[in-house]
């Protein structure tokens, strides 16, 4: 919040409720240039939700902006929810994120987070949201690029949360690439695209190689 060109690198984050390792966000200023590298960030859960591993968000305050984020080479496992989250500036402009070189796996594996923490949660890998399928302009998120990545195994809970999709656009988006990732034993989508919202433009989704995942 409010913070520019800081470099966080070389942590481990264990045992956080709600966003364990990291939350980029706008409140009070615009937060930009930040370099989230190597780290570790296990066992994000929160009865209730959200629990994500790490939160980018621009959705605090329409006079600020979050852009410009880089998060790379961290490993993030056993999230009840999504592993990393995000949603776009409410001002309009581009929340622009490099995610590359990460691990990710175990998302809602109830035999390590506890089957307690299920009623409220959305284990998947990535969702990249907009906060409402209602806000009058797009989630921009042009210039994004989402590459060299693991999304492994996550876990399927059940009922209305079950989710279990390697990556997920969340409403309406613009403007992010995905290429060169490997999805492994995602038991939903190992991407899924058109939930609820608008439109779905100018993504770029190529050379990625999906192993006992079933689905698209």
Known sequence: DDTTYVTIRGFNFRNHAKDGGMAIYNEHGNTNNIVFDDNRVFYSSHYGGPDYNIVVTGGNNSAYDTTNITISNNVFAYSASEHLHTDPNISGNPLVLTFTGNVLFGAGDAAVIGVEKAPASSPTNVIMGNLSSSLPHPADYTGTKIYNNYFGRVYHWGGSF??????????????TSIYNNVFQDIPGSGI?????????????????????????
């Not at 079950?162 to 309406?172: I, K, M, R, V």
């Open 162 to 175: 079950g989710h279990a999709d390697g990556f997920s656009f969340e409403n309406a988006h613009r403007g």
């Open 192 to 216: 899924i695209m058109g939930c609820v919202g608008p439109y779905l433009d100018h993504i770029s989704v190529y050379n990625n190689l999906f192993i006992n995942t079933p689905t698209f």
